[in-house]
């Protein structure tokens, strides 16, 4: 008996200090806040994570942030309008908690030591430069639930991978433009993908397009370091630019045999004057007098299979 009570002295002190530890790093290291749209959120200044909860008033929609000062001055209004802001140079990582619907444009742009996201399931959309200028930010992973990724959503971060979501249905202009992409698989033909949505991917060097894709937009693996393309069997529009700037690509592999040259311009413009063109043997005279039309350099090759 005389055992048992001195190990209750023992133990009782211990609970009650680590009891009084964690009250004091919750009162001293979390910081607690509400958005109007009832996303509540809190910052974990120890472990350096900010994460976003739904309060039972939200429909989840994160609020909308905007990049500059109405008052002309030029200040950005990101910097006093996200009351997370304060965070952005500490900031490692930031978890959407179940129910959350859609990443507000400009969430966590600019956050220089952001690492990882974690995007619930809930999630079906990615604002506008949610996560712009992350230049650290090289984990994330896009849940099935994902249908729309904005306009300059994850430009300028040094994200190494992106497996997109079958459904998803957008993915915005300058996406993921000067990212550290090393490899994509895009899906199909329903999915809209906008203008230099991949560009300036310096470190690209495999695109993966569905067989259903339609279009390639314009620039959109401009500046990268492709080295061989595939234009598949469904894609009727080509757009200016599309691998402008691709100086190493060996080879492009034309599947398609319905392409509208209608409207077209400088479509193969500045690539390798090298480059080997692959085309379907029964469209080799139309193709090849359109490509050398559109901006393919005397220089390169064009061969049919």
């Not at 249908?147 to 079958?166: M, Y």
């Not at 500045?270 to 085309?279: F, T, Y």
Request: charged fraction near 30%; glycine fraction near 6%; charge should be neutral.
């Amino acid at each position: 008996m005389g055992r048992k009570n001195s190990l209750l002295k023992c133990i009782i002190p211990l609970l009650l200090a680590f009891a009084i530890a964690l009250y004091l790093r919750k009162s001293l290291c979390v910081i607690e806040g509400e958005s109007s749209y009832g996303i509540k959120w809190t910052y974990d200044s120890l472990l350096r994570v900010l994460r976003f909860e739904m309060e039972e008033k939200s429909d989840g929609m994160m609020h909308d942030y905007t990049e500059y000062d109405s008052t002309g001055d030029g200040d950005e209004i990101f910097m006093v309008r996200v009351p997370w802001a304060k965070y952005k140079d500490h900031c490692r990582k930031v978890i959407f908690g179940k129910g959350i619907k859609r990443v507000g444009n400009y969430t966590c742009a600019d956050f220089s030591e952001l690492r990882t996201i974690e995007l619930s399931t809930t999630i079906t959309e990615v604002g506008n430069c949610a996560f712009y200028n992350c230049s650290n930010l090289k984990i994330i992973t896009l849940s099935n639930s994902l249908q729309k990724i904005g306009d300059a959503a994850f430009c300028s971060t040094s994200l190494e991978k992106a497996v997109f979501p079958k459904e998803i249905k957008a993915i915005g202009e300058d996406a993921f433009a000067f990212s550290k992409l090393r490899e994509i698989t895009l899906p199909g033909g329903k999915t809209s993908i906008g203008e230099s949505a991949f560009a300036g991917c310096w470190d690209l060097e495999k695109v993966n397009l569905d067989e259903d894709v339609e279009v390639i937009p314009k620039e959109c693996f401009k500046d990268c370091d492709i080295k061989e393309f595939v234009i598949p069997l469904r894609v009727k529009f080509i757009r200016a630019g599309f691998l402008k700037n691709n100086m190493g690509i060996q080879k492009i592999h034309i599947e398609s045999k319905r392409i509208s040259w209608e409207g077209a311009k400088d479509i193969f413009s500045v690539i390798n004057p090298k480059v080997v063109v692959e085309v379907p043997k029964e469209k080799y005279d139309e193709y090849k007098e359109m490509l050398y039309t559109h901006g393919l350099p005397e220089t390169a090759k064009v061969v049919a299979y």
